[in-house]
Nanobody, 119 residues
Framework: QVQLVQSGGGLVQAGGSLRLSCAASGRTFSTYAMGWFRRAPGKEREFVAQLMWSDSRTNYADSVKGRFTISRDNAKNTVYLQMNSLKPEDTALYYC????????????WGQGTQVTVSS
């Protein structure tokens, strides 16, 4: 199992930037992918970005492409989500998640962190 602890987030004006961090511990060697998801008030949870652990390939939701960047620091076992040009519609509770190699399904979740973008 992998334990995920998130940090970052907060309140920012539209057009601003924030960075989220997700520190992983435990069986990180068995990770298939790390991802970021979000849930806005009254909406379903949605995919934001993911990074494949073996080769660091990334992919993004269309709504954040070109504005958000997912990256990793191997030495710190940490995944980041750099969010630029934030919009009010990016306001949500953001979660990092891990998909173990054995299932390739996101089943380990961070505690969530709030991002609020004011207009």
């Amino acid at each position: 199992q992998v334990q995920l602890v998130q940090s970052g987030g907060g309140l920012v004006q539209a057009g601003g930037s924030l960075r989220l961090s997700c520190a992983a511990s435990g069986r990180t060697f068995s990770t298939y992918a790390m991802g970021w998801f979000r849930r806005a008030p009254g909406k379903e949870r949605e995919f934001v970005a993911q990074l494949m652990w073996s080769d660091s390939r990334t992919n993004y939701a269309d709504s954040v492409k070109g504005r958000f960047t997912i990256s990793r620091d191997n030495a710190k076992n940490t995944v980041y989500l750099q969010m630029n040009s934030l919009k009010p519609e990016d306001t949500a509770l953001y979660y990092c998640a891990a998909a173990p190699t054995i299932t390739r399904t996101y089943n380990q979740w961070g505690q969530g962190t709030q991002v609020t973008v004011s207009s």
